[in-house]
């Protein structure tokens, strides 16, 4: 046989094993075409996150000024010892006339020293001091001596301050009075000192301060009252910055 024909026999031996390895190979690993489909992106607007829910919706209006007859705590200017500390009586005379009456926009001196004597020796009777009173003793006095409820709010807000005014409620603000920077006090200022808050506007809180015959409507910032409030500690005799509190009265 001659090389050639030996040559074609190879290659067609060649031929035939590939044929057949393929073959072999083909049932052992089944190709498998898979429809794969196509991501799809989201056009749509993400879902908007509910709003927070209030507990209370405030409809506070944006000034408030209710018509507090204004006395200050030395209605003769007579600043004796004794009225030089008679601003917590003061203020609750101031509240239970807009309450109660005269509604006089400017209080008889007469009438409100009569009171002063009264509610004074009312406090000696039952406190047994009369000077400087804390928040809770201020409570019990008005409540025992005016046709009037009172309650203290703790920790309260300048929020908190509008929404009682715009029901109808007057406030006592306790206050280290030397903080509170008023050119009209007799400098450095009362040691321990409350005031009426009567209304606010969108700066500023308004109040009836009886510790100044300029008090009517004197204005305060938010800040200034916070920040010099507190009640009146017996232990220290003094005030205690830390014991944030008003006092909120209504007839």
Not at 29 to 52: A, E, G, L
Not at 80 to 107: Q, R, T, V, W
Request: net charge negative; aromatic share 10%.
């Amino acid at each position: 046989m001659d090389t050639k024909k030996i040559l074609a026999i190879v290659i067609f031996l060649a031929m035939i094993l590939t044929i057949i390895a393929l073959f072999l190979i083909d049932q052992k690993y089944k190709i498998i075409i898979v429809s794969i489909p196509k991501f799809q992106h989201d056009v749509k607007s993400p879902t908007p996150v509910p709003p927070v829910l209030q507990s209370q919706i405030s409809n506070l209006k944006s000034s408030i000024l209710l018509p507090v007859p204004f006395t200050p705590q030395a209605p003769t200017a007579n600043w004796d010892i004794l009225h030089n500390e008679d601003c917590e009586e003061a203020g609750s005379i101031m509240a239970n006339a807009y309450f109660n009456g005269p509604h006089d926009a400017k209080l008889d001196a007469a009438y409100v020293e009569n009171l002063l004597t009264k509610i004074t020796d009312w406090e000696m009777n039952v406190f047994g001091y009369n000077l400087n009173i804390t928040s809770e003793e201020t409570i019990k006095m008005i409540t025992a001596n005016f046709n009037l409820q009172a309650k203290m709010l703790n920790n309260f807000t300048e929020d908190d301050i509008k929404k009682e005014l715009a029901q109808n409620h007057l406030i006592l603000l306790p206050a280290n009075g030397q903080l509170l920077g008023n050119p009209n006090y007799k400098q450095p200022g009362p040691k321990y000192h409350m005031l009426v808050i009567r209304g606010y506007t969108s700066s500023s809180i308004i109040t009836n301060d009886p510790g100044t015959r300029n008090g009517l409507n004197y204005y305060y910032s938010f800040d200034t009252l916070y920040n010099a409030n507190g009640n009146w500690n017996h232990q220290t005799n003094s005030v205690d910055l830390n014991n944030k509190n008003i006092i909120v009265i209504w007839k």
